[in-house]
């Protein structure tokens, strides 16, 4: 019942403030609660001043301001993202300049916030913004060798509204209908040019595009047209890790376009694999090396250059220092060199995930099915014992042979496992008490090596694989990983899913677990025990029925026992149907009918046969393409009850050797 699926190749917006839903905030009807005189309501008399200074100061304490609960609902309340919005086309070029740093600041909040701002017409004047700057050559960057090759306003202007777009792309289809008919794209493309529009821009505008291209086909019909643009960048020489991400962000561009995947697969896995090369650990080493001795700025820096003092600044001068004070310190240029390390080779990871999937196998439900069908056996795909249910892991037709030699000749499986270990424990916590944003980029990548690891499982065979013995070792490794305590539940669903993809591949290898004692198995018992999550639960109960087939009986009864129980008290539909799934394929192979007799299976399976149906009557419309999969199971447990019955019928247990 798990198949491989495609992933995004972008980030969606979490909470991660933990804020009230913008929505529930306005259906809670606060609109009217807002207090006189509050730092919001100051920041909106500045927002509507005719003074650009004025306008300038709001828009700064805007960038600033929403780090509570509090300002972001009054944010809402006193309609500040409808004002602000409207001088991304103030006349004033500064203005312009601190209303999209403002704007992209609040998009990062969360989705729910993004949604907000495109009902509160943000886009207009943001789509108005983005058409002012040509493509054909009329603008360019300047760049300052003096302030670290800092753009000019302008130029910084355009790269913060992308990286807005990209945001609200990213976070609403309303975003994404917009741009696609905003005309917009065909200049984009250009601006992937980072030898004149500087990296930082061609990054952004790759970072949008790769956003607006997932499942695009408007996009499609545009990007096909710019194939040798697109290539360029996949031959472009890393030199450092910024050069390294815009290339694999054009890999993701070419992945996520179909006709330009099937020309270019050969290049896209190369880049992917180029990308893989790279070794993350010795530069979090390096980061970590730095982070404990890199000063704190507290405050603005008050050095002047040239010893004049601030009172006799000129206004240039000034400016100037507040620029300097501003430029990124040497550590915070590592933090972000290696964010985008990290960034690169998770794109890379996601990108094999997508070549190696197949969405031919999906289902989707209509909604609209009678509820009496919900139980019929015309429903049903398969008998209860004939161990299809799972499909072959040895099914290689849906890859290519390009795709089959690539991973072989890369070297791509082992890369992605070197990008799902964990790091040594003294870099995770100077990461857990010094910088939280790599830790996560970190997390993510392993969880997106893992997924393309548990992808690969799925559509290769073994022996492409390692052969038993080194999928074994990585089936023990994970679970030790696991047992030791995962730190992240994305990391442990993804390390369980791979445990699942990778034990299936050792059915027909039961020696290589002669050394599984009673107390190995109870770690998997409690593991599912312990577990709220129901993607990690149905993980470990589908690993328990594969055990099933390997283990000697006394512990093959433990685990029907176990699941059995299991299932009894099982609250989703869905975990449920995996959990009987698993349990009667432990039957295929072998009737087991002392277990059958000793644990009363007849009566037991019959009672969560009852249990299934109603709970399948119940979620039916909540299980969405994983109906068909949860129904067949139904179905096959009635057959599964009424073989029980057959073979119990003439055992006699006295007579069992």
């Given at each position: 019942m798990g198949k491989a699926k495609k992933v995004k190749l972008h980030r969606n917006k979490t909470n991660p403030t933990g804020l009230m839903d913008v929505n529930d905030l306005i259906d809670q009807g606060l609109a009217g609660n807002a207090k006189s005189g509050t730092p919001v309501e100051a920041i909106v008399e500045q927002l509507e001043s005719p003074v650009t200074e004025e306008k300038i100061c709001g828009l700064q304490s805007l960038a600033t301001i929403c780090q509570g609960e509090i300002n972001v609902n009054e944010l809402v309340e006193n309609n500040v993202i409808r004002i602000a919005s409207s001088l991304l086309v103030d006349q004033d070029q500064s203005v312009r300049h601190a209303t999209a740093g403002a704007l992209r600041n609040l998009s990062v909040i969360s989705v729910e916030l993004c949604e907000f701002m495109v009902n509160q017409d943000v886009l207009t004047p943001l789509l108005t913004l983005l058409n002012r700057y040509p493509s054909n050559g009329q603008w360019t960057p300047t760049f300052d060798n003096n302030m670290q090759n800092q753009m000019d306003e302008r130029s910084d202007t355009f790269l913060q509204a992308v990286n807005l777009l990209w945001n609200l792309c990213e976070s609403t289809s309303d975003a994404l209908n917009a741009f696609n008919q905003s005309q917009l794209l065909e200049h984009f493309v250009t601006f992937l040019n980072y030898r004149v529009y500087g990296e930082e821009i061609a990054i952004a505008v790759a970072q949008c595009l790769l956003v607006v291209s997932e499942d695009n086909a408007s996009s499609w019909r545009v990007l096909a047209n710019h194939a040798s643009e697109l290539t360029g960048l996949l031959a472009i020489e890393a030199v450092d890790n910024t050069t390294l991400m815009l290339r694999a962000?054009?890999?993701?561009?070419?992945?996520?376009?179909?006709?330009?995947?099937?020309?270019?697969?050969?290049?896209?896995?190369?880049?992917?694999?180029?990308?893989?090369?790279?070794?993350?650990r010795l530069a979090l080493g390096k980061l970590t090396s730095m982070l404990p001795i890199e000063p704190q700025k507290d405050g603005v820096d008050l050095e002047v250059t040239d010893d004049v003092p601030i009172d006799d600044e000129t206004e240039a001068q000034s400016h100037q220092?507040?620029?300097?004070?501003?430029?990124?310190?040497?550590?915070?240029?590592e933090v972000r060199g290696v964010g985008r390390l990290l960034q690169s080779q998770r794109i890379a990871a996601?990108?094999?995930?997508?070549?190696?999937?197949?969405?031919?196998?999906?289902?989707?439900?209509d909604g609209n099915e009678n509820d009496n069908n919900a139980?019929?056996?015309?429903?049903s795909v398969y008998d209860y014992d004939t161990n299809e249910l799972n499909g072959s892991v040895e099914n290689t037709d849906q890859m290519s042979a390009e795709v089959l030699e690539a991973i072989t000749s890369l070297a791509l499986v082992e890369k992605l496992w070197h990008k799902a270990q964990p790091v040594a424990e003294n870099v995770y916590q100077i990461l857990i008490e010094s910088e939280q944003s790599t830790l996560k980029k970190l997390e993510a990548l392993r969880a997106s090596a893992m997924l393309c690891l548990h992808n690969l499982c799925n559509n290769i065979t073994t022996d492409d694989l390692g052969g038993p013995a080194a999928v074994y070792n990585v089936w023990i490794d994970l679970g030790q990983q696991v047992f030791q305590g995962q730190r992240s539940g994305k990391l442990l669903e993804a390390s369980t899913s791979l445990m699942r993809a990778a034990?299936?591949?050792?059915?027909?290898?039961?020696?290589?677990?002669?050394?599984?004692?009673?107390?190995?198995?109870?770690?998997?018992?409690?593991?599912?025990?312990g577990c709220e999550d129901v993607e990690i639960r149905a993980n470990w109960l589908r690993m328990l029925g594969i055990l099933g087939c390997l283990l000697p009986e006394p512990l093959v009864k433990k685990i029907i026992d176990f699941v059995l129980n299991t299932c009894a008290n099982e609250a989703d539909v869905w975990v449920l149907a995996e959990a009987l799934d698993a349990m009667m394929d432990i039957f295929a192979d072998n009737d087991w009918h002392a277990i059958m007799h000793e644990l009363s299976m007849v009566a037991k399976c019959k009672q969560l046969d009852r249990i299934m149906r109603e709970k399948l009557k119940r979620d039916k419309r909540q299980l969405g393409d994983r109906f068909p999969a949860v129904s067949t199971v139904r179905t096959n447990l009635g057959r599964f009850c009424k073989y029980l019955e057959t073979e119990l019928k003439d055992y006699k247990p006295n007579m069992e050797s």
């Open positions: 962000l054009a890999a993701g561009i070419i992945g996520n376009v179909p006709v330009l995947l099937s020309s270019h697969t050969s290049q896209v896995l190369v880049c992917v694999s180029k990308t893989l090369e790279e070794n993350h220092r507040r620029r300097k004070a501003d430029l990124p310190s040497e550590g915070e240029l996601e990108i094999l995930t997508n070549i190696c999937s197949t969405d031919d196998d999906d289902w989707q439900s139980g019929s056996d015309a429903e034990l299936e591949h050792l059915r027909k290898s039961p020696e290589l677990f002669q050394q599984m004692t009673e107390n190995d198995l109870q770690l998997m018992l409690n593991g599912v025990i």
